[in-house]
């Protein structure tokens, strides 16, 4: 922005230079050359973007995220070091430039341009350019198939569009918003922050459970389980399975007083039950 100054600089001293005899018309060329160079300076050094809260989007207005729900969406989508973070619709990126703070690799998609400059402009200045990215785009193409977290604060009507590609991510992959819910796909987790934040203050966390409808072979009989998202209803041996449920690909159930727990392996299982013994099941 200062090197845009000089030429308009130059010219003022230039013509104060040749001005020398007659002071009156010496000082109203001063005078317009002053005007003149403001409207030049002007002219090449814009004013940085600034956003404006509810200012249009592609798809859904920008509001931020209150830095408060921020740190606490990382909490619950419980965010480390060697995790990968897309945050859809990334605006100003604070959520992607606070991830990267704490060490993630993370990814904004934003398709408005102003945005996306900004964004980068504060990732250099927080100095984690090199672990906060931004492309340029629009959030329903993003591959989001190396991603261990994803953020959202978008619109119901729009996380119910992208559901069905969130369910088709690896087991486990922990998806958290901000505020908005996904219809009957309820959330694992709900948390409001009650400091600092005056209004869009609750995260919800889903994580993108296993597939395991169908008939599972067991030596103590066949594990029948039928699934909705994350819940699970069925049978064991012919037992009627209660508070059967799936967290990724961590699963449980209780079959009478004993209690399963396992790990989901595509077509195997395998855990312990609350007396102490080994369990594990197969789908042919
Ligand atoms: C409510 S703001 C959330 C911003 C940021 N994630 C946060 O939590 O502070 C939604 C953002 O999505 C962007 N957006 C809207 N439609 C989009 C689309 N189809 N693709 C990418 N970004 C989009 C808007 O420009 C806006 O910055």
Known sequence: MERAKQPARRMMLSVETVMTTRSGVRLMLTVWVLALATTVGAQTAPKPYEPTVGQAGKDVVWVPTPQALVEKMLDLGQLTPNDYLIDLGSGD?????????????????EFNPDMVALARRSATEAKVGDRAQFVEGDLFEADLSKAQVITMFLLPSINMKLRPKLLGLKPGTRIVTNSFTMEDWMADETVNVTENCSSWCQALLWVVPAKVEGTWQTPQGPL??????????????????VDAKLRGEQIMFTVGTVKYTGTVSGTSMKGTTSTGATWTATKP
């Not at 990126?93 to 998609?109: C, E, F, K, W």
């Not at 909705?228 to 009627?240: I, V």
Request: charged residues 10%; without cysteine.
């Open 224 to 241: 029948v389980l039928q699934q909705t998202f994350q819940m699970l209803n069925g049978t064991f041996g012919g037992t009627s399975l």
């Open 93 to 109: 990126g604070r959520t992607v430039i606070t991830a990267a703070r704490r060490g993630s690799r993370a990814l904004g998609v």
